[in-house]
């Protein structure tokens, strides 16, 4: 890019400033205030800068963005226009106080006719305007802006500074980002390993535990069928006494036996409401639980659905099996995901955007060439031998290359799409299986409840039938002993027939009481199964997740200092060197070329990183520290030129243009003299401008640009 022509209306301190570049390939920037020269300060100098960079990029020093239009006026514009690649484009970039943000248009001259090449939205213009110069804006500024003190920063810092400048210059600390991206998803990461590794201790021996409930099951099964034979036994010799006793009576013993049964029937009277009370509480406690297990039943169906669409999802044998179990007469879902045909999709996207990135790649480096004789490859440095072929060549492969990046980002579009449907889907899949494991055992449990509540309901059944039969035989046998007598052996028979009763209740309270503690038994058993399952399924996610916490502390490690920050800066190294010795032989009246030292031997004979700057001058190595002035400023402009060169090179742009801001401050006469010598042999090549304050600069430069501010505000005399 090389600017051709700049008018600032209203911006800033200017009122009306136009600059014609082609008058001048080097000038001087002077300031001046009412005609005093010694005021030189806050007179709009920089704002020349301010203007190029707020036409291109819309940003300024300025945090509040409408201070860019002069103190009393409502408005203020930039038009800047330069040429690139042989076309001629024109910026117009419009503020004003009423509107929120800054209008702009850009144009490019065709047969002596602007042509708009806008967009509908400033956004929409910006975005082109930056991928047409191929720079973002602090890479625009660190490569062709030059600050106070700045020529001799980089030369002349410590090791550790020179790297933290190249980090900050070639925006490496996006690396650290990635890093800390990665460190972040390695400790999330980590955390579920180790919340797994606790969860499946939690456990403990489980084959261990499902055998001890198993044993006492099968014990307990056996105690319950014993118990069951002795109640039919004392039950059949209870009905054989009461049979034997009724052939049997006595006026005295009658008396006796029917106040008994009159206390006996009151007894069992209570005794059967409070059955009655108890039965009533436990049935309504059984429909309950049979509501809260269709209600889960529902939730389980739904959430194998949601796994089932899934194809290889890691949950499906068990959803399948629950889909089947709950929901017999319905189909199978069919697979909305298929997990084999995602992965591709990944693969698939990641090839279209590389390959998509690559053609963007290509196309700015085609762009940074520019047909002449004797132009060099910006690639190797080496003299085109024919650049009109180059430039037939480049507009071929450019247009094929423009093809084949919008095709790939077409289809990486439409597959990130359908990744994003098709992921959607196996997140709700990886959220709800869990949820059956969650939910099954919950069931468990109820369903153990609900088969308690039904074994305390039968017994409680039993008892109101036994209490009934008993109350009937009663009722019989008083009606008997009020009509016959007794002796010694109906005597013997009632004895007997209570100690049949009370054996019967005993087994009877004794089979109520193993049938709960079996219910009990039941229902742990089921929770023992659900938790083996669990094991089984978080053991076989563990891999899964272990592996990617290793890829993710790998890419950590490759993206911190050792990886590929150390190598894009041993290749921008090499890059850095051959464009500073180049640029010497240029500018130097004498051999002279630097070295990157990046490595030194310590006292104890190790090697330690460092940065630092040899420089050969007639086959003589000299540090940086021990050169002349002049030579000091030759190297340092020459390192910074080959640093903006970098910038731009990376980024596929081209742009022969330089601003030196008051980089004159720190240097003596000497060190004046070679800057502006240095200059004169770069204008060749740049259009240069240099603020300065310094006198003796005027008298080393043939074109004067003085900025001059009066009542009206700032404008140009060129």
């Keep these: 890019m090389i600017p051709l022509y700049l008018l600032l209306e209203n911006f800033m301190s200017h009122a009306r400033s136009e600059l014609d570049f082609s008058q001048f390939d080097m000038a001087l920037i002077v300031g001046m205030e009412n005609d005093d020269p010694d005021a030189s300060n806050g007179i709009g100098k920089t704002a020349l800068f301010d203007a190029i960079r707020w036409a291109l990029y819309g940003k300024c020093r300025f945090r509040v963005k409408k201070r860019v239009i002069k103190r009393g006026k409502v408005a203020c514009s930039v038009t800047f226009v330069f040429q690139l690649q042989n076309e001629t484009y024109k910026i117009v970039r419009k503020m004003s106080q009423r509107a929120a943000s800054s209008e702009v248009s850009l144009l490019v001259k065709e047969n002596a006719l602007w042509r708009d090449l806008s967009c509908d939205t400033a956004t929409g ?376 009763e009370g054996k019967l209740e005993v087994a009877r309270q004794s089979l109520v009481g193993m049938s709960v503690e079996y219910g009990n038994l039941q229902g742990h058993a089921e929770d023992l199964e659900c938790r083996l399952s669990e094991r089984g399924t978080l053991l076989a996610r563990k891999p899964g997740i272990a592996k990617e916490l290793d890829i993710h502390n790998q890419l950590a490690k490759a993206f911190g200092k050792g990886g590929v920050p150390a190598i894009i800066m041993e290749n921008v190294t090499d890059d850095l060197r051959n464009y500073a010795n180049d640029i010497l032989k240029r500018i130097s009246d004498k051999p002279m070329s630097i070295e990157f030292v990046t490595q030194k031997r310590t006292e104890s004979g190790s090697w330690s990183e460092t940065f630092d700057i040899a420089v050969t001058i007639d086959d003589e190595t000299n540090e940086f520290e021990d050169l002349s002035g002049g030579e000091q400023v030759r190297v340092a402009i020459a390192v910074r030129l080959a640093l903006s060169g970098v910038l731009m090179r990376r980024m596929g742009s081209s742009i022969r243009f330089l601003l030196l801001d008051e980089v004159d401050e720190a240097l003596d006469r000497r060190g004046v003299q070679a800057l502006a010598d240095t200059l004169r042999i770069l204008s060749k090549e740049f259009k240069i401008l240099v603020i300065t304050h310094n006198d003796a600069m005027k008298e080393r430069f043939d074109h004067i640009i003085t900025v001059q501010k009066g009542p009206a505000g700032s404008f140009l005399r060129q």
Aim: with cysteine.
């Design 125 to 500: 213009t910006g975005q082109k305007i930056e991928e047409l110069i191929r720079l973002g804006h602090d890479t625009f500024v660190n490569s062709l802006y030059f600050k106070q003190n700045e020529i001799l920063q980089f030369a002349s810092a410590t090791a550790s500074q020179k790297k933290d400048i190249l980090k900050e210059s070639l925006q490496i600390e996006i690396w650290d980002k990635y890093q800390d991206k990665a460190k972040e998803i390695a400790r999330r990461l980590s955390t579920q390993v180790s919340t797994l590794d606790d969860r499946i201790k939690s456990f403990g021996d489980l084959d261990r535990d499902i055998a001890a409930n198993k044993a006492a099951m099968d014990g307990l099964k056996k105690k319950i069928g014993e118990t069951q034979e002795r109640i039919v036994k004392h039950t059949r010799e209870l009905e054989e006494a009461r049979a034997e006793a009724s052939n049997f009576g006595g006026s005295e013993s009658a008396a006796e036996r029917v106040k008994a049964i009159v206390a006996r029937a009151a007894a069992i009277k209570e005794r059967k409401q409070a059955l009655v009370g108890e039965l009533s509480n436990y049935r309504k406690l059984v429909e309950k639980a049979q509501t809260d297990r269709d209600s889960m039943e529902g939730r389980l169906v739904e959430y194998a659905h949601q796994v089932l669409v899934v194809s290889t999802h890691l949950e499906r044998p068990k959803a399948e099996k629950v889909f089947k179990r709950l929901a017999p007469s319905r189909k199978l879902p069919s697979f909305a995901v298929f997990c084999d045909k995602l992965a591709q999709d990944r693969t698939t996207f990641g090839e279209h955007r590389r390959k998509a990135d690559d053609a963007a790649l290509e196309l700015r480096q085609l762009l940074a060439l520019e047909p002449g004789k004797g132009k060099k490859c910006p690639t190797c440095l080496s003299v085109m031998a024919d650049p009109e072929k180059v430039l037939q060549q480049r507009k071929k492969r450019m247009k094929f290359l423009e093809n084949t990046k919008r095709e790939a980002e077409t289809m990486a579009e439409e597959l990130l799409r359908t990744i994003a449907r098709q992921e959607k889907v196996v997140t709700k899949a990886n959220n709800a299986a869990p949820q059956l494991e969650h939910i099954e055992f919950a069931l468990s449990q109820i369903e153990g409840q609900a088969a308690q509540l039904e074994t305390w309901c039968a017994g409680l059944e039993e008892e109101l039938k036994n209490l009934a039969a008993e109350w009937k035989g009663l009722k019989e046998e008083k009606a008997r002993l009020q009509t016959e007598g007794d002796d010694e052996t109906a005597e013997t028979n009632r004895l007997r027939i209570r100690d049949l």
